[in-house]
DNA sequence: TGTGAGCTTTGACACAGATCAACCAGAGGC
DNA sequence: GCCTCTGGTTGATCTGTGTCAAAGCTCACA
């Protein structure tokens, strides 16, 4: 694996800082994080760890895309949450993980042994703070997303994801003149539907049908472009557009 | 409104200790806590704050039963969280509410002025720490709660919210000889159908199925016995059973 | 004792989304 | 060129849950 030098979450640089653990780059802590992080790729399709399993590190995603699962006996499945570039990963002070994490593409993380970041965090409140931050983030995103699966309907469902996506993720490109958006999903349709709680069918047609609506235009299968982001957010039946995903 | 003296969550004696905010009794900074707490009381129905609106204070319930709940703007709501005895509510380091606090029954917290308690916890890690774990205790629960929302059947659903509410309703008692749990349902059935992404009618048609397999039996509509727990987790489809909710 | 309000139950019917099945498109591999 | 594999689309049908409507409890209060 090669090194990303450039696009990490380490507090040297912090280019992704507004969600890295390390936002606040003003003390000495900072060096210290550096001085225990290392890096790991996994390759799409590759399980980062399993529920249940013992996790000993905890880091943030540098490139590319996990998801978090929770599986029934049975099979079925329900993503509950997304893991994009600057995303935190790890539970301090818990030993086992909660969930299933998958690499959806290659991935590279920037981990920290969970040990000395523990220490670290004990000595730096900083930190602890910066970690109750991002988890307060998370849990408005999970409850935010509680109301679209117990509420919406499939295409509001799916219009939630687009902007949510259009949102965050940085491939993002927007055309200067228009505004519109447009980026690559880089979810499969049956990935999305284990978002959205539907099946990846539905999740077809309801793509297709805010295509005929002109509410997206699709090049290929994957690649999207939003020439409206109100239409879009419209669709998601959205009051709340608020910050929680961004 | 009268003071509770005893079931409190104050640091001094911390009778439901495993939740509130002050686990670990064992420094000055419960003195401290207990110095500038306070009670308010709320009446069934009654709004505790909303959503948007500015929240001075964090505290934890000591009575009752309130609900967390986000609503669309053509009305549709999804209950996001239940708060029971000794949870926590309000956001160290955030303004705004971010939900509708609504107290289902009459309700009693024990609150403490934002500015001091954050000042409190800059100065002591412990509580920052345990604030932290309470949050990630919460993300968990909202996770094991889109699975629910997302690929359970009714029935599943249902199983799944008698299942949280026998584990951690305080109003519980158990039968020594047969095992059997009974409580008492706190919640409508539209408040239930409300926490389960379904309608009030199919809340009521799933009980009634319930109570005709013989998985719970019913005294008057709100007295829920459960002659056997194995039975109904079973019914919730749940393999993790784990100790998220409790 | 009657009346009304709030909550719950039950029934009949409609429909969104699941299920089952067939087919399509692009990317290797040979 | 052909084959195969994976992911995606579309159609036909089924079904679980929503919707609409009526009626039953229970309790408070006149």
Redesign the interface.
């Known amino acids: 694996m090669s090194v990303p030098q450039f696009q990490s979450i380490q507090c040297a640089d912090c280019p992704i800082r507004h969600r890295a653990v390390c936002a606040r780059c003003d003390s000495g802590e900072l060096e210290a994080l550096d001085a225990i992080k290392y890096y790991r790729s996994y390759e799409a399709g590759q399980p980062v760890i399993w529920s249940g399993d013992t996790m000993n590190f905890v880091g943030s995603v540098v490139s590319g895309i996990a998801t ?1 699962t ?5 099979g ?3 993503m ?2 997304l893991l994009l570039p600057s995303d935190f990963v790890g ?4 030993d086992g993980a ?2 299933n994490v998958i690499a959806t593409t290659d991935v590279v993380m920037c981990c920290f042994r969970k040990k000395p970041f523990e220490d670290l965090m ?1 000595k730096t ?1 900083h930190i ?2 910066r ?3 991002m ?2 983030d ?3 995103a ?6 679209v ?4 309907t499939a295409r509001e469902k799916i219009a939630s994801l687009l902007a949510i996506i259009a949102r965050r993720d940085a491939s993002l490109s927007t055309d200067a003149v228009t505004g519109a958006v447009s980026f690559d999903l880089k979810l499969t349709r049956e990935a999305m539907a284990d978002y ?2 539907l099946t990846l069918e539905t999740v077809s047609r309801q793509i297709s049908a805010l295509k005929k609506a002109g509410v997206i235009v699709l090049e290929g299968k994957r690649h999207v472009t939003v020439p409206d982001m109100r239409r879009l957010i419209e669709e998601a ?1 959205d ?2 557009d608020g910050g ?1 995903f961004v």
């Open positions: 978090l929770q599986t029934m006996e049975d079925r499945t329900q509950v949450g539970r301090p002070g818990r909660a969930y004990a409140p602890a703070h970690l109750l931050e988890t307060l998370e849990l408005d999970a409850r935010e997303w509680m109301l699966l117990g509420r919406k959205l709680g039946g009051d709340s929680v």
